[in-house]
C-alpha cells in the first residue's frame, strides 16, 4: 500500500461509516422514534417535539462540545475526530432514505447493526463522530465516577426521554438497540469470535505441546507455574487455535491426559503468525 493511499483510506472508511450510521438513523431509528443513546438520541427527540432536523441538532450540540473539550483538556482536536463529526451531520442531512420498515422490532435490530457497523468503521479508523463522550469525561472529572458509568448513565437519560416523551416501550426498544449497536462497534473493531484460546495445566505438558505442533500445526508457549496447594512445580501451556480445531485439540489432550485442566476462552482478534497479519502502521 502506497504512502498516499494510507493517507487517504483512513477518511474513505470515515466516509463510509458515518453514511451507514446516517442510513441506520434515518432509515430506521427515527421513523420508529428508537434510538441507542447518543446525540442521536437527542435529535430524534428534538425533531418530534420541535421539528429541528437531526443534522441541525447534531452540528448544534456535537462542534460545541468538541470545543469545550480543546479548551478544558488542551490538545489539539485530530483532524479524524473533527472529521468524523461533520461528516455525519452532513450524512444524515444529505441521506434521504424512505423508512425501511415500520414494524419496531426490526427498525431496532437493524438500526441497531448499521449504527454500531458504521460507529466501528469510524472508530476503527482512529476517528470519533464527537457527542456525549465529551460529557462523559467531563463528568468523570467532577464526580466519582469513571468515564463509562458516566456514558451509560448519559445514555440512560436520553434513552428514558424516549419512555417520556414517546412512551416506555420505545424507551424498551431502544435499551436493546443500544446493546445491538454496541455488540456491532466490537464485531467491526474486533472481529468475531473465530478462535479460542486454550490454557492447559497437565502433568504431560511436554507430550501435549509435542503433539500439538506435529499434528495440528499451532505454536505453543510454555509458562512456568508452582501449584499454590502442592508446591509442585508444572508448567502450563496456552495455545490458540482456530474454532474448526478446537474439538481436534481436546481429543488430543484428553488421549495424552484424561486429568488434565484446561480452560477454554473466546477470542475475538487474533493477530499474528498463522491467523491475520499485523495491520500497517499509518
Known sequence: MTI???AIMPYVQIIIGTAITATGINGFY????ISDGGVSGIGIILQYLLHVPIWVTLTIINLPLLWLSHRLWGGRVGVRTLAGTILL???VGVIRVHPLTHNPLLATIYGGILSGTGLGLVFRAKGTTGGTDVIARFLSHILPVSM???MMTIDFFIIAGFGVVFNPTQAMYSLIALFISSQAIDVVQEGTAFARAFTIVS???DVIADRIMAEIGRGVTRIAAEGAYTGEKRPILYVVVLRSEVTRLKELIYDVDPLAFVVVAN???VVGEGFRSPPLEE
Not at 427515527?30 to 422514534?33: C, Q, S
Request: hydrophobic share 30%; aromatic share 0%.
Open 30 to 33: 427515527a421513523p420508529n422514534h
Open 89 to 91: 451531520s452532513v450524512m
Open 4 to 6: 498516499k493511499r494510507k
Open 148 to 150: 463509562g458509568q458516566a
Open 267 to 269: 477470542v475475538h482478534e
Open 203 to 205: 502433568g504431560h505438558a
